[in-house]
């Protein structure tokens, strides 16, 4: 590695551990409600993404993307779908639900590939189809043996990976188009705080506002260094770093929030990782055979 890719890969490892630990951060304003948070992320950054696209000359990008009528119908959709998925999450963590969050998140990339298969005519190898498979049946046996389908997981896992298909369809760089999709919900964000007087923002005691803001830092920071460090590796490494952020919500889920794990628990996650570990030696192979990573990354 040269001295950008190993500032890159340490930028993408970062990303993905901010993203893996952020439940502690939310655990800090539990009290305050996800719609609320979801209202604050927005609102706190927006700013931060707008100075770090005008600081890299990106500033022109925002009105081109914009003015092209197929990227605008996507950024439109997008901004609803990653919306969902912010607030999903949130909500995921102030309900005790860390450890759905972590499911999901592994087997998104699984769903992405799948998502490739139906809708972008991506051929699915040997490997992967038995990793599709293999995540399927641990969904399944959560489902039948503990009594209950995972929507949840399922829910955090297609969103993020539609997401991941509408960004194949644009044509505009990424932070590009976070910024736009932040900005489309800004005014929404805006009008619900101030239909709710600031809501804990305007009532609790400091610091607790400035936690609050905190929102804004935690949102944008690991997208920024995600940024920064994917273009600087290779999608091999970049794939393999995404398991990170999982492996930090499954750790906190069970040693630090002690949320219920199960044998059920431990057979689904157990058939996940076999089907994570599949499809990480198929996408090794793919990137030797053939320089390319089968799955980029929606962000």
Known sequence: ?????????????????????????????????????????????????????????????????????????????????????????VWAILTDRVLETSLGYFINPLVSVFLGYLFLKERLSVRQRWAVGLAATGVIVLAVAGGAVPFLALALALTFAIYGLLRKKMRCEASVALTIEVALMGPVATLFLV??????????????????????????????LFGFGARRIRLATLGFLQYLAPTGHFLLAVLVFAE???????????????????FAF??????????????????
């Open 1 to 89: 590695m040269d001295s950008s890719s190993r500032f890159g890969a340490l930028s993408a490892a970062l990303a993905f551990l901010l993203w893996g630990f952020a439940p502690l951060y939310w655990k800090c304003v539990d009290h305050v409600a996800p719609l609320e948070l979801l209202a604050h992320r927005i609102v706190w950054a927006l700013p931060l993404l707008a100075l770090y696209v005008r600081a890299r000359g990106n500033w022109p990008a925002l009105g081109e993307a914009w003015r092209h009528k197929r990227t605008r119908r996507l950024l439109v959709v997008s901004t609803f779908i990653i919306g969902c998925n912010w607030f999903l999450f």
């Open 195 to 224: 239909a709710n007087a600031g809501g804990e923002f305007a009532t609790s005691e400091f610091p607790m506002p400035l936690w609050i803001a905190c929102a804004g830092p935690v949102t944008a920071l690991p997208l920024l």
């Open 260 to 278: 219920p794990f199960t044998r059920v628990h431990m057979a689904t996650f157990g058939l996940i990782w076999l089907a994570v570990g599949l």
């Open 282 to 299: 198929d996408a090794w192979r793919a990137v030797r055979r053939e320089g390319s990573f089968p799955l980029g990354s929606p962000l």
